[in-house]
């Protein structure tokens, strides 16, 4: 009698700890003590479709199937329930255990879809024991976000799966790699057969470059550099207790000397190329809400600023935006502490592009627009995505398929949030200046939908687009791309795998000299992506590969030019089917248009239209000023189309402080281009400044160039 009580008790303790089994870390078993550890005990949701599992032990595990987290969560609460029922007390239900604005569980069989709509029913796919062929995420839910597959504790079976996985990967993913690389080499050919066609002829291949003799001035400068930095080199070692400076501040700017000098070695090192330029950078370890552990740089002047302690820098808690963070700064180097009432920098972060790392803006010398902010003024801090050169999370490794089950939401609703609060809690403020470039863009426009994270918006002063990724430009039809796009998503994984996406490249990054990597890196991005060096400055191109490719997983790019997501839809955040009626409607309205203006009636149908559009708008009233800078010879992306959503008033709670189109200019031309601190970087400068909240004016140094900026009133 008492076996079958204890049975009847039992049961939902049970059926939770085989439910638990399957979201652990490890499998039972495996190590008693280990396994208890870091069993799953409650799923945390950071967004109403985003929720994390919870260890024993207090650490994180990424994100999960809606309807796992949802049972876990229940049958915990049965277990608690009947705990409590037992010794007569009431259970308490706490915040984590439902998604975030939902009073009530969604129905058995439901989910929200990111547009307000009801999915159909899911299906039960997530059996730890199934082949990992078989973890398909589910179709029915947001079409443009669909559901990641669910990725059970390792066992040997899972091990294996895992090990052919990778090594099919490897053989079939190093075949399209060397298929990229030939056809880059075949296209190169007419370029090589030119250049020498030109040297035969005694004339100047080069001199076609738009910034020719602008690129010649500034070698020649450079050159002047480095005999100098060799010569006070050679004088302060020959004649040490001698300091004289006359030289070298003829050469450099005073207020900011160069502790490196010299020949460019070409290396993959941020800090270097910030003491090149007399500023240096500081690393610091931010842990994301799912655990993983992400990278922030921190530009300074070290003439006035002393660097954080290496304790200081490690990573914290996992929480974003608590209590203590705003009133944070009390420790050893942070930027709050070191700067008196007035004399404060504003903070703005940089987030990087797809395949970089935000070394990206810092490879250009003075022209980098990390380094120019610097010295403008602002408190930069310089963002880096999920796993970059050191995958690293709190629990798990590389080889766990779980560490790589990630696209562009998890970037945008878990790594941008951890990077703001971080950078935040460093400096003191409330808000800071948001600049992003391509990819960095997309999980920015991702993370402030309203489906999403709409409450980041309240963190930020002004996001500043640099080749905003919304729409998809020309180049998604290409071959090689299209052919990612027409194989199933079965054929995806054991062509790219489930781990990182052809990891190939890292290797050569690490085994390759600085500059035949630079050049192969650019001959083959170019050949992908249409893009050249002509407004680039040429012989700092071979830095500027040096921060590209980083570690993205194959699961990112399968969202970005898989079959089921933005290369089928060609938007971000909109169906194609929404795309093609947004069409109908702009020439509908430019039809409406050109009859008022003939007969003279003014444009009140077009002021319906737009009232109507705002309807299906992405974003609430809690969004942040927009500013964009759009590439007009941009392929890859279409940033035309985004300013026509904005200007046709289908985001009406959308404020665009700013907007240019730079006809010119390729994807990488606003960060990279010769000109573009003069098209970008100083008006990027204005718009933070004048977006910069009134109390953050008082209290921070007025940059240099933006004196006679007056405050945003709109």
């Given at each position: 009698?008492?076996?079958?009580?204890?049975?009847?008790?039992?049961?939902?303790?049970?059926?939770?700890?085989?439910?638990?089994?399957?979201?652990?870390?490890?499998?039972?078993?495996?190590?008693?003590?280990?396994?208890?550890?870091?069993?799953?005990?409650?799923?945390?949701?950071?967004?109403?479709?985003?929720?994390?599992?919870?260890?024993?032990?207090?650490?994180?595990?990424?994100?999960?199937?809606?309807?796992?987290?949802?049972?876990?969560n229940d049958l915990k609460e049965k277990v608690e329930r009947g705990?409590?029922?037992?010794?007569?007390?009431?259970?308490?239900?706490?915040?984590?255990?439902?998604?975030?604005?939902?009073?009530?569980?969604?129905?058995?069989?439901?989910?929200?879809?990111?547009?307000?709509?009801?999915?159909?029913?899911?299906?039960?796919?997530?059996?730890?024991?199934?082949?990992?062929g078989g973890a398909s995420p589910s179709q029915q839910t947001n079409?443009?976000?669909?559901?990641?597959?669910?990725?059970?504790?390792?066992?040997?079976?899972?091990?294996?799966?895992?090990?052919?996985?990778?090594?099919?990967?490897?053989?079939?993913?190093?075949?399209?790699?060397?298929?990229?690389?030939?056809?880059?080499?075949?296209?190169?050919?007419?370029?090589?057969?030119?250049?020498?066609?030109?040297?035969?002829?005694?004339?100047?291949?080069?001199?076609?470059?738009?910034?020719?003799?602008?690129?010649?001035?500034?070698?020649?400068?450079?050159?002047?550099?480095?005999?100098?930095?060799?010569?006070?080199?050679?004088?302060?070692?020959?004649?040490?207790?001698?300091?004289?400076?006359?030289?070298?501040?003829?050469?450099?700017?005073?207020?900011?000397?160069?502790?490196?000098?010299?020949?460019?070695?070409?290396?993959?090192?941020?800090?270097?190329?910030?003491?090149?330029?007399?500023?240096?950078?500081?690393?610091?370890?931010?842990?994301?809400?799912?655990?993983?552990?992400?990278?922030?740089?921190?530009?300074?002047?070290?003439?006035?600023?002393?660097?954080?302690?290496?304790?200081?820098?490690?990573?914290?808690?996992?929480?974003?935006?608590?209590?203590?963070?705003?009133?944070?700064?009390?420790?050893?180097?942070s930027s709050e502490t070191q700067f008196g009432s007035g004399e404060?920098?504003?903070?703005?972060?940089?987030?990087?592009?797809?395949?970089?790392?935000?070394?990206?803006?810092?490879?250009?010398?003075?022209?980098?627009?990390?380094?120019?902010?610097?010295?403008?003024?602002?408190?930069?801090?310089?963002?880096?995505?999920?796993?970059?050169?050191?995958?690293?999370?709190?629990?798990?490794?590389?080889?766990?398929?779980?560490?790589?089950?990630?696209?562009?939401?998890?970037?945008?609703?878990?790594?941008?949030?951890?990077?703001?609060?971080?950078?935040?809690?460093?400096?003191?403020?409330?808000?800071?200046?948001?600049?992003?470039?391509?990819?960095?863009?997309?999980?920015?426009?991702?993370?402030?939908?309203?489906?999403?994270?709409?409450?980041?918006?309240?963190?930020?002063?002004?996001?500043?687009?640099?080749?905003?990724?919304?729409?998809?430009?020309?180049?998604?039809?290409?071959?090689?791309?299209?052919?990612?796009?027409?194989?199933?998503?079965?054929?995806?994984?054991?062509?790219?795998?489930?781990?990182?996406?052809?990891?190939?490249?890292?290797?050569?990054?690490?085994?390759?000299?600085?500059?035949?990597?630079?050049?192969?890196?650019?001959?083959?991005?170019?050949?992908?992506?249409?893009?050249?060096?002509?407004?680039?400055?040429?012989?700092?191109?071979?830095?500027?590969?040096?921060?590209?490719?980083?570690?993205?997983?194959?699961?990112?790019?399968?969202?970005?030019?898989?079959?089921?997501?933005?290369?089928?839809?060609?938007?971000?955040?909109?169906?194609?089917?929404?795309?093609?009626?947004?069409?109908?409607?702009?020439?509908?309205?430019?039809?409406?248009?050109?009859?008022?203006?003939?007969?003279?009636?003014?444009?009140?149908?077009?002021?319906?239209?737009?009232?109507?559009?705002?309807?299906?708008?992405?974003?609430?009233?809690?969004?942040?000023?927009?500013?964009?800078?759009?590439?007009?010879?941009?392929?890859?992306?279409?940033?035309?189309?985004?300013?026509?959503?904005?200007?046709?008033?289908?985001?009406?709670?959308?404020?665009?402080?700013?907007?240019?189109?730079?006809?010119?200019?390729?994807?990488?031309?606003?960060?990279?281009?010769?000109?573009?601190?003069?098209?970008?970087?100083?008006?990027?400068?204005?718009?933070?400044?004048?977006?910069?909240?009134?109390?953050?004016?008082?209290?921070?140094?007025?940059?240099?160039?933006?004196?006679?900026?007056?405050?945003?009133?709109?």
């Amino acid at each position: 009698m008492a076996g079958g009580h204890a049975k009847r008790e039992g049961a939902p303790a049970a059926e939770f700890r085989r439910h638990a089994e399957k979201l652990s870390l490890l499998p039972p078993g495996s190590d008693d003590e280990k396994t208890r550890e870091t069993s799953a005990v409650e799923a945390k949701f950071i967004t109403p479709q985003d929720p994390i599992i919870e260890t024993a032990d207090g650490n994180r595990l990424p994100p999960v199937p809606l309807p796992e987290a949802i049972k876990l969560n229940d049958l915990k609460e049965k277990v608690e329930r009947g705990s409590h029922e037992e010794t007569g007390g009431e259970r308490v239900r706490t915040d984590g255990d439902r998604p975030p604005g939902a009073a009530d569980r969604p129905q058995e069989g439901a989910a929200n879809n990111g547009f307000g709509q009801q999915g159909k029913p899911l299906r039960q796919y997530n059996l730890p024991e199934a082949p990992l062929g078989g973890a398909s995420p589910s179709q029915q839910t947001n079409p443009l976000f669909p559901q990641l597959p669910l990725y059970g504790p390792p066992t040997i079976l899972r091990n294996l799966q895992c090990f052919s996985f990778r090594i099919s990967s490897f053989f079939l993913s190093l075949t399209f790699l060397g298929t990229l690389v030939l056809g880059s080499a075949f296209t190169s050919i007419p370029l090589m057969l030119r250049h020498i066609a030109f040297r035969l002829t005694f004339r100047d291949p080069n001199a076609r470059r738009p910034f020719h003799e602008e690129e010649k001035r500034r070698k020649k400068e450079r050159r002047h550099k480095a005999r100098e930095w060799k010569h006070q080199r050679r004088r302060k070692n020959k004649y040490p207790k001698i300091v004289d400076n006359s030289e070298e501040e003829g050469v450099y700017d005073r207020e900011y000397q160069p502790t490196e000098g010299g020949d460019d070695p070409v290396v993959c090192d941020v800090a270097y190329y910030a003491r090149r330029v007399g500023l240096d950078i500081e690393e610091y370890s931010v842990q994301t809400e799912d655990g993983f552990i992400i990278k922030l740089w921190h530009v300074y002047n070290p003439s006035e600023y002393t660097p954080a302690s290496a304790a200081h820098r490690s990573h914290r808690a996992p929480e974003v935006f608590s209590a203590s963070h705003v009133t944070n700064g009390h420790g050893y180097g942070s930027s709050e502490t070191q700067f008196g009432s007035g004399e404060q920098k504003y903070p703005v972060l940089l987030v990087h592009g797809l395949l970089q790392s935000a070394g990206a803006y810092c490879t250009n010398d003075d022209d980098s627009l990390a380094f120019f902010l610097c010295k403008s003024g602002y408190d930069v801090w310089l963002g880096n995505n999920r796993c970059g050169f050191r995958p690293q999370h709190q629990t798990l490794h590389y080889g766990d398929p779980r560490m790589w089950n990630w696209n562009i939401r998890q970037m945008g609703v878990i790594d941008l949030p951890s990077l703001i609060s971080r950078v935040l809690a460093e400096t003191g403020f409330e808000k800071l200046g948001l600049i992003c470039h391509s990819q960095g863009t997309t999980e920015t426009f991702v993370a402030l939908a309203k489906e999403q994270r709409p409450d980041l918006g309240n963190k930020i002063s002004v996001f500043c687009a640099l080749a905003p990724a919304v729409y998809a430009g020309p180049l998604i039809g290409k071959a090689y791309l299209k052919f990612m796009r027409v194989i199933s998503h079965s054929m995806f994984r054991i062509v790219f795998g489930i781990h990182a996406f052809i990891p190939l490249m890292m290797s050569m990054h690490r085994l390759l000299p600085g500059k035949v990597y630079g050049a192969l890196g650019y001959r083959v991005f170019s050949f992908l992506f249409n893009w050249t060096d002509d407004r680039w400055e040429q012989d700092l191109r071979d830095r500027m590969f040096q921060f590209a490719p980083v570690y993205v997983s194959a699961e990112s790019m399968r969202w970005w030019l898989g079959r089921e997501c933005f290369a089928k839809h060609k938007c971000i955040l909109a169906t194609k089917e929404v795309g093609r009626q947004e069409d109908l409607e702009d020439e509908e309205d430019d039809g409406a248009q050109r009859i008022d203006q003939t007969m003279f009636k003014g444009s009140s149908s077009s002021d319906d239209s737009r009232q109507s559009r705002g309807q299906n708008a992405w974003y609430d009233d809690q969004v942040p000023p927009f500013a964009l800078w759009v590439a007009g010879s941009d392929e890859l992306v279409d940033g035309r189309r985004l300013l026509r959503r904005f200007e046709r008033g289908r985001e009406p709670h959308v404020k665009v402080v700013h907007s240019k189109i730079i006809e010119e200019y390729e994807h990488l031309d606003v960060i990279w281009a010769m000109d573009s601190v003069d098209k970008v970087a100083k008006e990027v400068r204005e718009v933070v400044w004048k977006t910069a909240p009134a109390d953050a004016r008082d209290a921070c140094r007025v940059p240099i160039g933006c004196e006679s900026v007056d405050p945003w009133t709109g």
